[in-house]
């Protein structure tokens, strides 16, 4: 990898998350945003861990890990057409006031000599206002945990404080949450878009598009804009993974925008990205033919799993997770004639990520079939059962409840036969008591869950999973099978050799109560001698 250039372009902060890096992907240890309180630009971007990615970058010496290994954007955004982070090159210059151009070129100075400390100040001030959205997508990582961060927000104020840097940058970078339903990214847009100091800083916004109707009149306004539209299905495709949008909504609103840039505003940049999903896959040949039809540029990336989305991960991130594809084989044809139809129309960059997706997707089958030879987990193994719960009752006699505050956190019965997950936080769980396994040659553990079918759509279901005595989660292939009444799910999982012990953990998902297994089964193909018991032990 070439040296990244975002520690010398971009200041990137996120009140909910509570960082300050140099971009969202870095994964070891950043500043703090510190609610609040706001300190000098320079403290963060000359700060310790900002100069410690310089380093990183650099290849200089440095203590602690290095958060920009197994990037998650070099892995997924580099193609032939797009080969960095960022460029210090732009379309017009010209349009650039005075106090731009000459950070622009310092910045780049410093970037190609490897400056560690920086006289130039960022090209691009990227913030996240919050997590509050008007949306509920079911795989959106903040969903779970944007109650509890309801008030850990960056203020207008805050932002406008920074007005000297805040004019020498490219662009301010707007993201949330939902920028047009948080009232600070609100009142920042609106301030913005008015400001005629701010000419010629670009204000890009990362939004859903569901309300832009509502906003256009400001929006109008700014010359320099750029909305960037979480979009990642198109039709019934839309409706069905953007809970609480609708698409006939959505694409007015896209389209009202580009017919501004047409007629108005030619400089506006409107471009949408997609995750790619199990369930809008048979939509990705409609949603290539949109994008070339409407000249909208777009790209494809792969989620990723966080606490409260393992749901959703299991069932949808089909690179994750290939053998959900058994249930749709003629998949490699909707991306065929998706990534036909962008080349066609022109759309190298959306062709390329979608090509990527379908590259990682053939590995990880290929990977999968090599690991189907040693262990089928659709074949579950014969022997010594560990957990037997064949009601809902039963399973919950296995399980303790953990939180930070035990009064949030419940069993609540939700019909005759479930009980539901109720909780604050993300990390609550429920957990069985720990099983000492004995040392021995590796062994194979099935799980079994089995819950009722949630009567909603939009319910979710509890995560299952165990967890060996070091806290690392040992994961095997899930399969999920769904009936008119029921979802199961059966995991075979290699117990490591050095496994001292195991439990089983259930989480929350989604921000609603999650819907908890009504059965419960774990065994192995071991014999009875290498774990503790026959049975672990019940906890109620
Ligand atoms: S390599 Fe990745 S993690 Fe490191 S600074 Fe660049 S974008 Fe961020």
């Known amino acids: 990898m070439k040296k990244c250039v975002a520690p010398w372009y971009e200041l990137n902060m996120s009140a909910p998350h509570n960082r300050v890096s140099a971009c969202c992907y870095y994964s070891a240890e950043t500043a703090d945003w510190e609610n609040g309180t706001l300190k000098p630009i320079e403290s963060y971007w000359n700060g310790t861990e900002l100069q410690k990615i310089r380093k990183i970058q650099t290849g200089q010496s440095y203590t602690g890990a290095n958060g920009c290994d197994n990037c998650h954007f070099y892995q997924n955004q580099i193609t032939d057409s797009r080969q960095a982070y960022a460029k210090f090159s732009v379309a017009n210059p010209n349009q650039l006031s005075k106090q731009q151009q000459q950070n622009l070129e310092l910045a780049q100075n410093e970037f190609d000599s490897g400056a560690i400390e920086l006289k130039s100040t960022p090209l691009r001030l990227y913030a996240n206002f919050g997590f509050f959205c008007n949306l509920s997508c079911k795989f959106c990582i903040q969903v779970p945990s944007r109650q509890e961060l309801r008030n850990d927000i960056i203020t207008s104020d805050q932002i406008y404080k920074w007005k000297t840097p805040l004019k020498s940058a490219l662009s301010i970078d707007v993201i949330g949450g939902e920028p047009f339903a948080l009232p600070e990214s609100l009142k920042f847009i609106r301030r913005f878009c008015e400001d005629d100091e701010m000419?010629?800083?670009?204000?890009?916004?990362?939004?859903?598009?569901?309300?832009?109707?509502?906003?256009?009149?400001?929006?109008?306004?700014?010359?320099?804009?750029?909305?960037?539209?979480?979009?990642?299905?198109?039709?019934?495709?839309?409706?069905?993974?953007?809970?609480?949008?609708?698409?006939?909504?959505?694409?007015?609103?896209?389209?009202?925008?580009?017919?501004?840039?047409?007629?108005?505003?030619?400089?506006?940049?409107?471009?949408t990205n997609a995750a790619i999903m199990f369930r809008t896959i048979p939509f990705l040949p409609d949603f290539a033919n949109w994008h070339v039809e409407n000249d909208v540029p777009t790209m494809f990336y792969d989620f990723i799993n966080t606490y409260g989305v393992e749901d959703i991960f299991f069932t949808q991130n089909v690179i994750a997770n290939p053998q959900l594809l058994d249930n749709l084989p003629e998949w490699e044809s909707y991306?065929?004639?998706?990534?036909?139809?962008?080349?066609?129309?022109?759309?190298?960059?959306?062709?390329?990520?979608?090509?990527?997706?379908?590259?990682?997707?053939?590995?990880a089958l290929e990977n999968l079939n090599q690991r189907i030879k040693v262990i089928d987990p659709r074949k579950s193994v014969a022997g010594t059962s560990l957990i037997?719960?064949?009601n809902a009752?039963?399973?919950?006699?296995?399980?303790?409840l953990r939180s930070r505050d035990i009064e949030s956190v419940s069993f609540v019965k939700h019909d005759e036969s479930s009980f539901i997950l109720n909780s604050k936080f993300s990390d609550d769980k429920a957990i069985t008591n720990w099983m000492t396994v004995n040392p021995a040659e590796t062994a194979l553990v099935t799980l079994k869950a089995q819950w009722s079918k949630p009567e909603k759509f939009e319910s979710r279901l509890s995560h299952v999973a165990l967890q060996s005595h070091n806290g690392q989660f040992l994961e095997g292939m899930r399969y999920y099978n769904e009936t008119d009444q029921n979802i199961e799910l059966v995991t075979t999982i290699e117990l490591p050799s050095d496994t001292k012990s195991i439990r089983v953990n259930i989480t929350p998902t989604g921000e609603e109560p999650s819907h908890l297994p009504n059965q419960l089964y774990l065994y192995t193909d071991q014999q009875a001698g290498r774990f503790d018991s026959n049975l672990i032990a019940r906890v109620g």
């Open 199 to 271: 000419n010629s800083v670009t204000l890009n916004i990362y939004t859903n598009a569901t309300l832009l109707h509502k906003h256009f009149k400001p929006l109008t306004h700014k010359k320099k804009l750029g909305l960037f539209i979480s979009l990642d299905s198109v039709y019934e495709g839309y409706d069905s993974v953007r809970l609480g949008g609708s698409w006939e909504q959505t694409e007015r609103n896209v389209k009202e925008a580009l017919r501004i840039k047409r007629e108005e505003n030619p400089d506006w940049n409107i471009t």
């Open 335 to 363: 991306f065929d004639r998706a990534i036909n139809i962008f080349k066609d129309g022109g759309q190298i960059y959306p062709a390329e990520t979608l090509e990527l997706s379908k590259q990682k997707i053939i590995t």
């Open 388 to 390: 037997k719960a064949s």
């Open 393 to 400: 009752e039963d399973v919950l006699s296995f399980f303790e």
